[in-house]
């Protein structure tokens, strides 16, 4: 029963369509763009889509044409602030290079990772969102085996000896 109970709240958070045509990919941005700022503004809370789409200049349908619900919003807002932040590490190209300060490096790396979440907005309402709704905590996981991948593969090019699934 759980697992159909998490597969259909799964289910419910992909979205409806897919925008084909410029001005419907430019409206999803607009709906993705406000609900950054509502959630920066407002916080997680107090978000919805009467609100969003009031914000955004569109009416409800049309952000329940993309969307099924509020938190399919926020899923797709997760997916794309993730790729955005796993971009400030370049593939952690600079730990490959070992005559570098690995420590140095990666307190740098996550100076700039916290610095960059407080600067986008909605970035620190999106991230707690992410850690604590179980309907956004695989976004949060994806994310995290990610950016492992990448730090392994930097590290392993750095020559550090230790099997893959250890790095």
Known sequence: MATTRRRTRSASLQTRRQPVQERAQQSVERIL??????????????????????????????????????????????????????????????????????????????????????????GLAIRRAMRVTPELQAVDRADAERLAASLAAALARRGDPRPRAEL
Request: aromatic share 14%; net charge negative.
């Open 33 to 122: 763009d406000t609900a950054a700022l509502l959630l920066h503004e407002e916080g997680f809370e107090a978000f919805n889509t009467n609100a969003l789409a009031a914000r955004a200049g569109v009416r409800v349908r049309t952000v329940y044409r993309y969307f099924p619900n509020k938190l399919a919003v926020l899923k797709a807002l997760a997916e794309r602030l993730a790729v955005e932040w796993d971009g400030w590490f370049h593939g952690f190209e600079a730990l490959a290079d070992p005559s570098r300060d690995l420590r140095g490096l990666w307190n740098t790396y996550i100076d700039a990772f916290i610095d960059g979440i407080r600067r986008t907005p909605g």
